[in-house]
């Protein structure tokens, strides 16, 4: 963005013209070729992603996140249900159309349509789900959906020694903007947390990016990706 300068000769910021709040996001399915997102029901998804978590017999899909893994189906069954009936976060269950089950779970949250800024986290992949192409087609249509909305700024945060988070923001396409250290204490832990964003102007390119790697052309028989997504959008 190119900063102006006020009467005084002081660095102000760009005009936004014509700014409008979004409205904050509907709690309904977004379906795209390879899973479908459903806002999280615990009655209907519960099982399935139990079954799929089993899958993680170390806990290691939770190191980084701030809960879990949790003591009991039970216990993990109430979690569902308290995020169930939260509106930020709002949370989706990843349900790959090839299996029809739930694997995973997302969620927007931060949720600020004033200035039009949206977050997504909660991001929990079960074994099943992780490094497929519905992995990544889950964020792509978060993502579109949100710019679609009207909204400005699209966060990612994690924690910083989340290597593997880390990298799944920069292959996104996200931005680096720093680390704030000592922001939280997770788990009896520091945590240090890295922030990643993506403004709405650079999103026609990285929806280009996404919209190619998704593409069935660009997997081989054996489903073996030809074009990386870090590959497509380098340079954009």
């Avoid at 379906?31 to 899958?55: F, I, K, M």
């Avoid at 189906?73 to 089950?101: K, M, N």
């Avoid at 997504?120 to 519905?134: D, E, F, W």
Wanted: net charge positive.
């Amino acid at each position: 963005m190119v900063h102006e300068a006020n009467v005084l000769g002081q660095p102000v910021g760009a005009r936004v013209p014509g700014w409008k709040p979004p409205p904050a996001p509907p709690r309904e399915p977004l379906v795209g070729r390879l899973c479908r997102l459903e806002p999280l029901d615990p009655s209907r998804h519960a099982e399935s992603l139990l079954a799929a978590n089993a899958l993680d017999t170390d806990g290691h899909t939770w190191t980084w996140l701030p809960y879990g893994p949790f003591e009991s189906p039970q216990a993990y069954r109430d979690w569902l249900e308290q995020q169930a009936r939260s509106r930020d976060p709002l949370f989706f269950a990843i349900v790959p159309l090839a299996g029809g089950a739930a694997e995973g779970v997302a969620s927007w949250l931060r949720i600020d349509p004033a200035n039009g800024s949206i977050e997504v986290g909660h991001i929990h992949y079960s074994p099943r789900l992780q490094r497929g192409a519905a992995a990544t087609e889950a964020m792509y249509l978060m993502l579109r959906r949100a710019f679609e909305l009207g909204y400005r700024r699209y966060e990612w945060k994690c924690n910083a020694l989340n290597a593997p988070s880390r990298r799944a923001a920069l292959r996104y396409g996200f931005v680096f903007e720093g680390i704030l250290r000592g922001h939280m204490i997770a788990k009896g832990r520091n945590r240090d947390t890295a922030y990643y964003s993506m403004l709405d102007d650079e999103w026609p390119a990285r929806k280009a990016a996404f919209e190619r790697w998704l593409a069935p052309e660009n997997f081989d028989g054996a489903g073996k990706q030809k074009m990386s997504l870090s590959e497509l959008n380098a340079g954009r």
